[in-house]
């Protein structure tokens, strides 16, 4: 469709005007990369001759919270008391710690983190850290049937999330040099707009309006709770405060029937509409197939999609114009590359969703800006603690809406203790 091309010609033109316009960064960059790349092959090649490699020895695993101030939901009902996640340490008999976040969204603290310590624990440790592909297809194996489900992918998300920060801290190289290296730095998006108690249109338009006043160049907001004629309301006020010039991405998570989810892209095909997003069930891939083709509003998905299987079929019935990997929840770094190969060979984008902790921030911020398919991040402005205090690095936008990935080695962010200690709530 014309609607559909075009926007993938825009997105080719701002891939390519945001990595000349750092051409000059990347310059300087690059001189600190190699020292790096020279102080690695020595590390390397000192372990080599000592005939010695890193082993796993532990996975250590933290349960935090911060307290949501005033409730919200999205379409699906997900109404938050508070905002949790699960701290992994992958330790090593080196010394080097990898980190990084189990997302809690398909089972309980106590379950999640039983299976990555104990369970994924058992079965790595000893394990060399640096061989990332071997330590994920042996999870995949031991979890056989179950590899496929949520709760495994997740719960290796982590772990492999983990080892990539140790790869670039023994390599003394930021994650996304190793996974490629495509851009210094990646466009983000606000993501906001959520259901709130005593929250009416005109509120939900003055929130959204403040995030252009923020310095950001687009927008994401939730639906589906409502009857569809009360969110195009929501809709149609927040495009009216935003102007025209600041596309707005629309997320159903789900809730809608193909028929609705078409009434509603149709209604809105005159708008600056950046994407429909999970606009009917993830397992109902005949729906979104129905949507993609009936609307020139491209069709993102599917956070709720883990396994790279599932993504195949999205991508190849035509059920999505732009894919939404996790490293939090598709599998790390390790499963979110394939999933953007499998993109990248139908010509489509990755925008992967980012929605709980700065590590997974931080995770995503390193693997988009390493692919050269990658769009936008997800910049998530509920308020929660665990994305803006956890981290001693600040993560912030620039001049033009876009965030740069930490030069240091592998994620490049240090834990801010303080916050750790705050919000602690068992270890």
């Not at 695993?61 to 005033?70: E, I, K, Q």
């Not at 938050?80 to 992994?88: G, K, S």
């Not at 069930?281 to 396994?307: N, Q």
């Not at 990248?344 to 590590?359: D, V």
Request: glycine fraction near 8%.
């Amino acid at each position: 469709m014309v609607g559909k091309i075009s926007f993938r010609r825009c997105t080719m033109s701002f891939w390519r005007s945001t990595r000349s316009g750092t051409a000059s960064s990347s310059a300087r960059r690059c001189g600190r990369t190699s020292r790096r790349a020279r102080r690695a092959l020595s590390v390397l090649r000192d372990r080599a001759r000592e005939d010695r490699a890193v082993r796993i020895t532990e996975i250590e695993v933290g349960y935090l919270a911060y307290p949501v101030p005033r409730p919200m939901w999205n379409g699906r009902g997900w109404r938050p008391a508070t905002r949790p996640m699960l701290l992994v340490r992958v330790h090593t008999d080196e010394g080097v710690t990898g980190v990084a976040e189990a997302a809690l969204t398909v089972a309980t603290p106590g379950v999640l983190a039983a299976l990555v310590r104990d369970e994924i624990g058992g079965l790595v440790r000893g394990m060399d850290p640096l061989a990332v592909e071997a330590v994920w297809q042996r999870v995949l194996d031991a979890a056989g049937s179950a590899s496929r489900a949520g709760l495994a992918i997740v719960a290796l998300s982590a772990v492999d999330v983990a080892l990539w920060d140790i790869r670039g801290k023994v390599a003394g190289l930021p994650v996304a040099t190793l996974l490629g290296g495509s851009r210094a730095r990646a466009p983000a998006y606000a993501s906001a707009g959520f259901y709130q108690e005593g929250q009416d249109a005109d509120e939900l338009a003055a929130e959204m309006r403040s995030y252009v006043e923020q310095g950001f160049r687009y927008l994401k907001m939730k639906i589906g709770w409502l009857p569809l004629r009360d969110d195009l309301e929501r809709i149609t006020a927040v495009l009216a405060a935003i102007g025209a010039d600041v596309p707005l991405a629309i997320d159903a998570n789900g809730m809608l029937a193909p028929k609705d989810a078409l009434r509603l892209a149709r209604e809105l095909e005159g708008a600056n509409i950046l994407w429909l997003e999970e606009p009917v069930a993830t397992d109902d891939v005949d729906g979104s197939a129905l949507v993609a083709a009936g609307t020139t509003i491209p069709i993102a998905g599917y956070e709720t999609e883990h396994s790279l299987r599932g993504f195949r079929e999205l991508v190849v019935r035509r059920a999505v114009d732009i894919v939404q990997p996790d490293v939090a929840l598709t599998g790390g770094f390790t499963g979110c590359r394939k999933v953007a190969a499998l993109a990248e060979a139908w010509n489509l984008p990755c925008a992967p969703h980012a929605f709980t902790s700065a590590l997974t921030l931080v995770g995503n911020l390193h693997f988009v800006a390493s692919i050269p398919n990658g769009y936008l991040l997800e910049l998530d402005r509920t308020p929660n603690a665990l994305r803006d205090e956890l981290l001693l690095e600040e993560l912030a936008l620039d001049a033009d809406g876009c965030v740069a990935v930490p030069d240091g080695p592998g994620l490049g962010v240090t834990l801010n203790p303080d916050t750790v200690s705050r919000y602690r709530v068992a270890w």
